[in-house]
């Protein structure tokens, strides 16, 4: 099938189509570069090649050193791998977050709290979701020798938006307090630096700018002890164990050096003014809606938009039936068919109706979108709010594709 004939795919915080580029370096390594790069010879070392210069993109893309880089499977396991870690090496009662965090970082904050006794300190936010600095200026002046880590992330992959990294990073640092973010829906989309930056770790995915699943980085500043979650190897300099996958890195490098030369030429700053372009047409032609968090600093890629009187579901399903694909939050629990916490913590939008359902969903863009598939997705998004408006609770369904 060719990209032509594809659905408009509006749901690119859950994945991204792999470059052909990524493609063709993957199938090359997997048919030609095939042996273990542990191992020694002129093969296992070819192989070896690969990874190292996957690992300088990386650090290209990030501004980083090459010994602080750890390949893993993807975000969540670099998350479980950098909060354990820190756990362990701090031996402190607090671990502070946010309301809005992936549940890579919620569950595994829940589950250290309950194994080690932990006190989960969770931030308030403002209507946007956005953390308050000042609150936790306060906390750290008052509590800072009891805290173990800090875990922010930098852009919320339900809602877009920007947390306050730059003025968190350098309270922590301060106090000497380990930060960690989860930038998964930040690295590949924006510029980042990790060189100026008062933050000390990150974890990230391929797959959520072009590159391939199964493949995740762990980001350690230099210096930091970390002890690792998978044992069986001395791969990684011994921070995690197991063949590495070579494909998957590879084709990782090459994902990293694509987005770097995108932000280069400020394909970004375009994004962002497409992203605000769909909204206006949203808007207008569904003044019964919301832009959820809009007044907050948001990432080009990501406009969660809230119907009055419709469940999220219905309104995914007619999207599905016309052609759209969209979410109603993170892909990981796109299933479990219950409301989002992230919607949830930010609290009651403008256009919600009391008593009634407040369907939210998640339209995400990657950087090959085109402004015409917006617009068209904007007019079917408004024929499929206006026939679920007016169906009776006992209506037909599926919906026709002709909506």
């Known amino acids: 099938m060719s990209a032509d004939t594809l659905p408009i795919y ?37 192989a070896r090649r690969e990874v190292d210069l996957a ?24 998350v479980n791998t950098c909060l354990r870690s820190m756990s362990r090496w701090r031996r402190k009662p607090l671990l502070v977050t946010s309301a809005v965090e992936h549940a890579a970082v919620r569950e595994q904050l829940e589950d250290l709290a309950e194994v080690f006794d932990h006190e989960v300190v969770t931030l308030p936010n403002d209507s946007n979701g956005v953390v308050d600095v000042e609150a936790f200026g306060e906390l750290v002046q008052s509590r800072a020798d009891e805290i173990a880590f800090v875990s922010i992330m930098w852009a919320n992959n339900e809602t877009g938006v920007i947390q306050p990294i730059e003025a968190i990073g ?22 980042l630096d990790l060189e100026t930056c008062c933050i000390d770790m990150i974890s990230f995915a391929g797959h959520k700018f072009h590159g391939p699943k199964g493949s995740g980085v762990l980001w350690l500043r230099e210096g930091l002890p970390l002890h690792a979650m998978i044992l069986g190897g001395g791969q990684e300099r011994k921070r995690r164990g197991g063949t590495e996958s070579v494909a998957d890195i590879a084709g990782l490098g090459v994902a990293c050096r694509e987005a770097r030369l995108w932000l280069e030429s400020s394909g970004h700053e375009q994004m962002l003014a497409m992203r605000r372009t769909f909204e206006k047409h949203m808007q207008a032609r569904i003044p019964e809606c919301c832009i959820n968090a809009e007044s907050a600093d948001r990432i080009w890629s990501t406009s969660n938009i809230g119907f009055p009187g419709i469940e999220a579901e219905l309104m995914l399903l007619g999207l599905s039936e016309a052609g759209v694909c969209a979410s109603a939050g993170s ?29 939210s969903v998640r339209f995400s863009f990657d950087r090959a979108m085109k402004q015409a598939q917006l617009e068209s997705a904007a007019e079917i998004a408004s024929k499929v709010f206006q026939r679920l408006a007016g169906l009776s609770p006992n209506a037909n369904w599926p919906l026709s594709a002709e909506v």
Not at 22 to 41: C, D, F, G, Q, Y
Not at 175 to 183: L, N, R, T, V, Y
Not at 331 to 358: F, H, T, W
Request: with cysteine; aromatic share 4%.
């Open 10 to 46: 509006l749901d690119s915080n859950a994945t991204t189509r792999p470059l052909p580029q990524v493609l063709e370096k993957m199938n090359r390594v997997m048919t030609e570069v095939w042996a273990n790069p542990s191992s020694i010879h002129r093969a296992g070392q070819m």
């Open 55 to 78: 690992r300088e993109e990386v650090c290209s893309l990030i501004n980083a050193h090459p010994s602080e880089i750890i390949f893993t499977s993807g975000g969540t396991e670099s």
């Open 170 to 191: 350098p309270m922590c640092r301060e106090h000497g307090i380990p930060f960690h973010s989860d930038a998964t829906q930040w690295v590949g989309k924006l510029p």
């Open 331 to 359: 892909a990981c629990s796109s299933g479990a068919l219950k409301g989002s916490s992230v919607i949830n913590a930010i609290g009651r939008q403008p256009c919600q109706v009391d008593e009634r359902p407040y369907g």
